[in-house]
């Protein structure tokens, strides 16, 4: 009877610690999840847009040759190919093409010379702007000029060349899925990094090899769905979100403990948005262990106190019992 | 008495060196900071040591089940469920009051009795609770693929982490009592001396 009365007892407690950690974990997620961007956001250039992506959107286009006097299918240069489904979730999706490229381009064809016109950087639309003040686009600007990327600019390298125009979207403040997020921004700095013929662009070397360079990075593959490149390669910035200033390599965080330590350097990069949110029950580093296990920075105040007091406690122990047999035996 | 066959003092030799590497690396590891490191030992070391310590040890104590097994060993082990509390309770007494008067050991050291009924006790619950434990979360925390994401809605790392860590502070307590306990023997310097040479020396001469 009373092991029957025990059992239940222990079922229902379990049941009830379950819904309460479940209750808990809902907690220190978002309250409530920014509206995703879909397709279905109907842009008011819709129309004159759809006059590029009848023939942008597409890897072969049709048109009609005048002098020929017949209809002509040719393959679009893939640089020039726009996806229309990721421009309208994009960024700068409410635009119109001829809001940053020239109005010549509604003629067809186009113009040759319009190749050379002057693209816009981030900073000509979104500097001194009140309604992008909180961006601190000043502030990147000025990051980028010191990074590394920025010594390419002569070679072509441009804002564009990490955050696609037509297809780029703010992802560590809407995210829902950090590990997504991450993926979303290692593959910026992939698509030339990995890319040779993208790096060759823009650089003389005649190989890239990730891999090889990380090898003596333990765990790469978990490194890698775990944290961004730009945690280690780029310098903390307090006031923008994510640091834009790119170090030289060799100036790359390389010591683990920058990351596995009780003041994680995470703490300041990937998780900075959330650490306001800052997850109690006495972990250090609450947000990171709310995504992910980081060894050393998963220290728990309450089980630090726990762990020293019952140590304290066996030495105590031991010193009195050492104390009575060294007095016992001179007795 | 002849009562520590070679291959348990080796065993047990291994199991200290190999364990006090663990400990340290371990602490380098949870408490390590920003700037400076706890103990000596640097943090990427600390892992690479901890893990190849790890391996050794995971074998080792395959080792030990095996040997006990096959010898005969694990008999020494083995608790029966009559008067178990009353003899806990009389070697608990012995060691809080009953030696500093001179009393006899409850529980000599034979042939056939290796261990006291605490010794019983605490060797059980760290060789086949605490250790298999120990050694499971770790093969988690080393192969993080394996372990379930999420638990009664607790990261599954976490929990494995958290028992590692509680099963590496309570193994490190035991590691700390049985070597006072150690010199209770019949001389402070005694039950040191058996595990080296196999002999025990009796408490009671």
Redo the contacts between chains.
Sequence with gaps: MHLARFRLILFLTLIL??IS?????FKFKRMSAEPKDTITYVSPFYDDNERCFKCHNQRVYEYTNEILGRQVKALMFSERIVDRNRFYQSNHKSFSCTDCHSEEYTKFPHAGELRMEQIYNCIDCHGGDEKFARFHFEEIEAEYKKSVHFKLQEEGFSCWKCHGPHDYKISIRNHTNLKETILYDNNICLNCHANFSHFQLLSEKEEISILKKHEWL??QA?HYKSVRCIECHSEINDTILVSHLIKPKEEAVK????C??????LMSTLYKFESKEQRKDGFFNGII??Q??V??A???EY?NII?LV??AL??LI?GV??F??IT?KQD | MYLYPIWVRLWHTFNAILFLILIVTGISMQYTGKSDYVLVVGFAKAVKWHNIAAMLLTLNYIFFIAGNILSGNGRFYRITKKNFLSDLAKQFKYYSLGMFKGEKHPFPVTMDRKFNPLQKLTYILSMYVAFPLLIISGFGLLFPETVINRFLGISGMILTDILHITMGFFLSLFMIIHIYTCTLGAKPASLFKSMLSGYHESEDQ
């Excluded at chain 1, 950690?21 to 974990?25: F, I, K, R």
């Excluded at chain 1, 596995?260 to 350097?265: A, D, G, V």
């Design positions: 610690f379950s950690v479940s209750g808990n974990e333990p765990n978990t010591r683990c403990n920058e596995h330590s009780q003041n994680s350097l262990l709310n992910s296990y060894i050393g998963n220290r728990n089980l762990s019952i140590s066996i030495i031991i019992h050492t009575f047999r016992r």
